[in-house]
C-alpha cells in the first residue's frame, strides 16, 4: 500500500492549512500516521490515527493540529491551525509504525 500526501502550500504565520493522503489499497485496519522532515533534519512523528479513531500527536503540535480519517475514501486528513515557522517541513503520511514505502510528500511552508 502506497500513500500519497497532498495540499501543502505557503501559509503566513497564525494561518491554517489542510492536508490530505489517499492510500493506493485497504488501510482499513492500518494505524495511518503524519510524519515531518525539515530542511536538513531527520523525519519526525506528527500524528497518527488508528481504525477505532484513538489519535496520537506529537507534543509540538498537540493542540493546533487534528488528524482525521475517512475509511470510505481511503483518506487520511491533517488539519494544521495557528502554524509556527517550525512547522516548515515536508510532509508524509504512511502507517504507523511507517513502512520502507514513503511516498513523495507535500511541502509546507510558514512564512513569519
Known amino acids: 500500500v502506497q500513500l500519497q500526501a497532498s495540499g501543502g502550500g505557503l501559509v503566513q504565520a497564525g494561518g491554517s492549512l489542510s492536508l490530505s493522503c489517499i492510500a493506493s489499497?485497504?488501510?482499513?485496519?492500518?494505524?495511518l500516521g503524519w510524519f515531518r522532515q525539515a530542511p536538513g533534519k531527520g523525519r519526525d512523528f506528527v500524528a497518527a490515527?488508528?481504525?477505532?479513531?484513538?489519535?496520537a500527536y506529537a507534543h509540538f503540535v498537540t493542540g493546533r493540529f487534528t488528524i482525521s480519517r475517512d475509511n470510505a475514501r481511503k483518506t487520511v486528513y491533517l488539519q494544521m491551525n495557528s502554524l509556527k515557522s517550525e512547522d516548515t517541513s515536508v510532509y508524509y503520511c504512511n502507517t504507523n509504525p511507517p513502512s520502507e514505502k514513503w511516498g513523495q510528500g507535500t511541502l509546507v511552508t510558514v512564512s513569519s
Open positions: 490515527i488508528a481504525r477505532s479513531g484513538a489519535t
Open positions: 489499497g485497504d488501510t482499513t485496519n492500518d494505524v
